[in-house]
Structures are given as structure tokens and as C-alpha cells.
T-cell receptor
Framework: GAVVSQHPSWVICKSGTSVKIECRSL??????MFWYRQFPKQSLMLMAT?????????EQGVEKDKFLINHASLTLSTLTVTSAHPEDSSFYIC????????????FGEGSRLTVL | QQQVKQSPQSLIVQKGGISIINCAYE??????FPWYQQFPGKGPALLIA?????SEKKEGRFTISFNKSAKQFSLHIMDSQPGDSATYFC?????????FGAGTRLFVKA
């Protein structure tokens, strides 16, 4: 299957700092990428849809000023958690849609964020 | 209309047994039904997927059964192995929307 790389796989930061997570599609172009948050033993919660060259579309209840998403190229989307607080600690996962096949999503390895 | 209901929440199966996970959807506009496998601390990985024009798809030990009229689909894992112990998510996709089930935690006893 297609490869989506997510970096870093884990990060620890102090409260009030910002953290950037990268999501790259390594062997295909992805005009659309998605960012999810996953709490322990729960399903994936879609945070936002990232479209190359345009503004991200955020799900209801997700603060767009706190979770900044940039999709500057067909292979890279970034999620920046600004002014992080302990309640932002979570597992963040990205996925990329391979446009040649409708519906097919490939996920990154996930990033574990811990805010102290 | 956007929900995907997945059951059971957890499942314990003996090694060599059959694991069965069920999902039901409501929106008939969905046209792609994947199953994802997720190990702790990792992102989900696409396991197998089906489109509504077929009733069954088999890949190795994994089979999807699809019932379009009932709006249900299921994952069967034959000859379940301890290495299959993971969380499984079904999903339903239509257009640019993908809705995930709540997940099933499978534990295969050696």
C-alpha cells in the first residue's frame, strides 16, 4: 500500500509552547489530507480536512486558531498545536487520500503529544 | 444518517478460531467500506475494503461480507492468531467523507 510518514512519532513539550507535526505522502500525491485526534480506547475523531493550496476545513468544536493546519504541497501537510496545554495531550494521526482511488485512505504512524 | 455502528466492542477468540466483527451504516450514498487494523501506539493500517457491487471479498485469512439491502458488512478473520490482537475499525466512505465505527478490540488467546 501507499506510504504516509508522520513526524515526530512522539513529543513532549512544556505548557505554552507550540508543536508542529508533519505528515508526508511518500509515494503519491495527496490533494486532501485529514487530521484526527484519538483518545485512549476510542475511535478516530476528525479534526480537520486539509486541502492543498487552500484553507483547511475544521470540524465543529475544533479551534482553528489552536490547531493550525498548512498544506503547502501535494505531499506535505502540517499541524501546529499552538500554546499547548496539558488537555491537548493526545495521539494525533494524519491520513492522506490517494485521489486515483475513491475513498482509499492511508494513515501515518501517529504522533503522541504530551504537554507538561 | 452519518453513523456507522460497530459491534462487538471487544472480542476474545481462541487461537485458530474465527473472529467476526459487524458494522451497520445508514447512508446509502456510501460507496466504499474499508476495515482498518490498529496496534497500540500506531496509526491504523488498511486491511481490506469492499465496494457495494460485490457481496464478498477475501484476502488471505480476511473476508468482508457485504449485505447491501440490510446496509451491513462484516469482517471475518479465519484461523485467528495472537498476532491479530489489535483494534479493528470499520468505515464507510462516500465522496470525501469517511465515517469510522467505534472500534473492536480483539484479543486472540494462544
Amino acid at each position: 500500500g501507499a506510504v504516509v510518514s508522520q513526524h515526530p512519532s512522539w513529543v513532549i513539550c512544556k505548557s505554552g509552547t507550540s508543536v508542529k507535526i508533519e505528515c508526508r505522502s511518500l509515494d503519491f500525491q495527496a490533494t486532501t489530507m485529514f487530521w484526527y485526534r484519538q483518545f485512549p480506547k476510542q475511535s478516530l475523531m476528525l479534526m480537520a480536512t486539509s486541502n492543498e493550496g487552500s484553507k483547511a476545513t475544521y470540524e465543529q468544536g475544533v479551534e482553528k486558531d489552536k490547531f493550525l493546519i498548512n498544506h503547502a504541497s501535494l505531499t506535505l501537510s502540517t499541524l501546529t498545536v499552538t500554546s499547548a496545554h496539558p488537555e491537548d495531550s493526545s495521539f494525533y494521526i494524519c491520513s492522506a487520500r490517494r485521489t486515483s482511488v475513491t475513498g482509499e485512505l492511508f494513515f501515518g504512524e501517529g504522533s503522541r503529544l504530551t504537554v507538561l | 444518517q452519518q453513523q456507522v455502528k460497530q459491534s462487538p466492542q471487544s472480542l476474545i477468540v481462541q487461537k485458530g478460531g474465527i473472529s467476526i466483527i459487524n458494522c451497520a451504516y445508514e447512508n446509502t450514498a456510501f460507496d466504499y467500506f474499508p476495515w482498518y487494523q490498529q496496534f497500540p501506539g500506531k496509526g491504523p493500517a488498511l486491511l481490506i475494503a469492499i465496494r457495494p457491487d460485490v457481496s464478498e471479498k477475501k484476502e488471505g485469512r480476511f473476508t468482508i461480507s457485504f449485505n447491501k439491502s440490510a446496509k451491513q458488512f462484516s469482517l471475518h478473520i479465519m484461523d485467528s492468531q495472537p498476532g491479530d490482537s489489535a483494534t479493528y475499525f470499520c468505515a464507510a466512505s462516500g465522496g470525501f467523507k469517511t465515517i469510522f465505527g467505534a472500534g473492536t478490540r480483539l484479543f486472540v488467546k494462544a
